[in-house]
């Protein structure tokens, strides 16, 4: 079964930094790209950030850029989300999910949830 | 970026009700249009990929059309399982890869 799990997630100050893991299992991960989604609370979903199989081709949402860094450890099945100067809007649950063919999520891990607190 | 917009924001419907909800992109994005749905508390699961391709494991009364800017999300006959919210997301071209705003399916 296709597996995935995030950790990290916790209470930190505004202005803090953060580094979020999602650590994949059941299939080959170095195949996959991979990207991390986030919801606010009681909100919808908004895509943060993807990474390619090799991590040669990386991509961000505005709202994170310059502020996140995502990054891959193909031999540790692992993705990872530095998240720096964070702010209270950056309060979400994240949930790492694996890239289908043609960019859809699926299947996605059970979120970690980050809260920002001046 | 293209922006996504579903409707409606929610419904009300009974067990055994056909339930129809729509997806409208700002700009055409081809079949670049994938369903999900979301219980409370837990993460979101791919039903439909590619505006029209029910992912293994998805109960049939699922189904999904449109091409360009029009995409819906139909249930046959609403099971208690499918009160949900449920999102549609467009790949079109480079990210960002953006989410309509949800419709949440509840129990009339």
């Known amino acids: 079964e296709e597996q995935l799990v995030e950790s990290g997630g916790r209470l930190v100050q505004t202005g803090g930094s953060l580094r979020l893991s999602c650590a994949a299992s059941?299939?080959?991960?170095?195949?996959?790209?991979i990207n991390w989604v986030r919801q606010a609370p009681g909100k919808g979903l908004e895509w943060v950030s993807y990474?390619?199989?090799?991590?040669?081709?990386?991509y961000y949402a505005d709202a994170v850029k310059g502020r996140f860094t995502i990054s891959r450890d193909n031999a540790k099945k692992s993705v990872y989300l530095q998240m720096r100067n964070l702010r209270q809007d950056d309060t979400a649950v994240y949930y790492c999910?694996?890239?289908?063919?043609?960019?859809?999520?699926?299947?996605w891990g059970k979120g970690t949830m980050v809260a920002v607190s001046s | 970026d293209i922006q996504m917009t579903q409707s409606p924001s929610s419904l009300s419907a009974s067990v055994g009700d056909r339930v129809t909800i729509t997806c409208r992109a700002s700009?055409?994005?081809?079949?670049?249009l994938h369903w999900y749905q979301q219980r409370p508390g837990k993460a979101p699961k791919l039903l439909i990929y590619?505006?029209?391709t029910l992912q293994s494991g998805v109960p049939s009364r699922f189904s999904g059309s449109g091409s360009g800017t029009d995409f819906t999300l139909t249930i046959s006959s609403l099971q208690p399982e499918d009160f949900a919210t449920y999102f549609c997301?467009?790949?079109?071209?480079?990210?960002?890869?953006?989410f309509g705003q949800g419709t949440k399916v509840e129990m009339k």
């Open positions: 999910a694996k890239t289908g063919l043609y960019n859809w999520f699926d299947p």
């Open positions: 700009q055409p994005i081809s079949n670049y």
């Open positions: 997301q467009q790949s079109y071209n480079i990210p960002p890869w953006t």
């Open positions: 990474i390619s199989t090799s991590g040669a081709t990386i």
């Open positions: 590619t505006a029209s």
């Open positions: 059941g299939f080959v991960f170095s195949d996959y790209d």
